[in-house]
């Protein structure tokens, strides 16, 4: 029967490390539960294994790195999954990070854990450990935190927590996925009419030049054999105006007007534009939901939701719901004034507030939203597969008929 090697937390909190005999992994899970152990490593046995790495933090060992210490948003995700499983079960949060440093893979996750535990062994909260790592812990990470800390309810928001990175992560991914494919499909194009221009079309430039001699071509024939010379003897001048292109469209990103425009032209462009403006609205939702019903007050939660919505259309809006929140509004009147949100949206937020349950109505319109945003995705990704093949086909394929007119003179000239 396989064996395998387990690290587990009884009912104290102490650790314990042995070996367990068992038919599968999860038949060895359930063994484990049933003696009264928290599992919080488990793999198969081998015969010999190497010497663990240690710590920054522990006697005697040495951990080096590099550049700047940041968690992966992946690893963040289940760090902070792992984290709440382990509070609940009753370990000091202390016990819980060494736990997760000792079995951290990633040098830099195993070096700011330790940093963490050190921090908080040293008499900071949590929520001043983690500050004092920015790169890692954004203020929505840092305010859910203190928040939790507040309420003596930390594994709960950890949770929380986790389950939103987790959501907002999909439905980021998606969206990468669906703008991803039709610009890698127009490289492509680019590039193989970039290679019909460069290498074929100057074999029959010579052609039409020895048997057509002094003969006009067609208009679209003389249109490509012109944009083959540029390309091939001012090659450079195309790669300096996408580099400045490219320049432009960075510096402009940098400027606060200019970056509010960009996401304006996102958030209004067609076909990307209904996708995009529904994420933003998504996001929205489920951050200030996520934040009110983990006790952040809504003045504070109105401010975090500005710096993390990633938009600045919706930053914008959310600016000015935040002031007539101070002055002594609600949040459904003054958003429904900035004309960023659709009418649903306003609805369901008013609904909310007037029968006292704000945060489980925002999360309702995100889940709403991600759905939609699922849909138009799959949707999209299907309709533009076929368009964007046809759309090479034609390109390449109208090169080809520019090339071959005139083939046709020469052919009823040889005849």
Sequence with gaps: MPQYDYVAMDSKGREKKSTIKAASEEAALQELKKKGL??????????????????????????????????????????????????????????????????AHNPMVRNVLGKIAAAVEGGATFAEALAQHPKSFDKLYLNMVRAGEASGAMETILDRLAGFMEKSSRIAGKVKAAMIYPIVVLVISLVAVAGLMIFIVPNFKKIFADLLPGEPLPGITQFFINLSSTLSEQWYIYLIAIAAIVLLFKIVGKIPVGKFALDFLKYHMPV????????????????????????????????????????????????????????????????????????????????????????????????????????????????????????????????????????????????
């Design 38 to 103: 928290f599992p919080t490593s488990i793999k198969p046995a081998v015969t010999s294994k190497p010497a663990p790495k240690k710590a920054k933090s522990e006697k005697g060992g040495l951990n080096i790195t590099f550049g700047p210490q940041v968690i992966p948003h992946k690893e963040l995700i289940i760090l902070t999954r792992q984290l709440a499983i382990l509070l609940d079960a009753g370990l000091p949060l202390i016990r819980a990070l060494r736990t997760l440093e000792r079995q």
């Design 272 to 415: 990307f534009g209904s996708i995009i403006s529904k994420t933003a609205v998504s996001r929205f939702s489920r951050t200030l939901g996520t934040l009110m019903a983990s006790g952040v007050p809504v003045l504070n939660a109105l401010a975090i939701v500005k710096e993390t919505s990633g938009n600045e259309v919706v930053a914008k809006a959310v600016t000015n719901v935040h002031a007539a929140v101070k002055e002594g509004e609600g949040i459904a009147n003054p958003l429904g004034k900035t004309k960023v949100f659709e009418p649903m949206v306003i609805s369901m937020v008013e609904v909310g507030e007037e029968t006292g349950k704000l945060p489980e109505m925002l999360n309702k319109i995100a889940d709403t939203y991600e759905d939609e945003v699922d849909n138009k995705v799959s949707a999209l990704t299907s309709l533009i597969e076929p368009l964007m093949i046809v759309a090479l086909a034609g390109i390449v394929g109208t090169v080809v008929i520019a090339l071959f007119m005139p083939l046709v003179k020469i052919i009823e000239k040889m005849s």
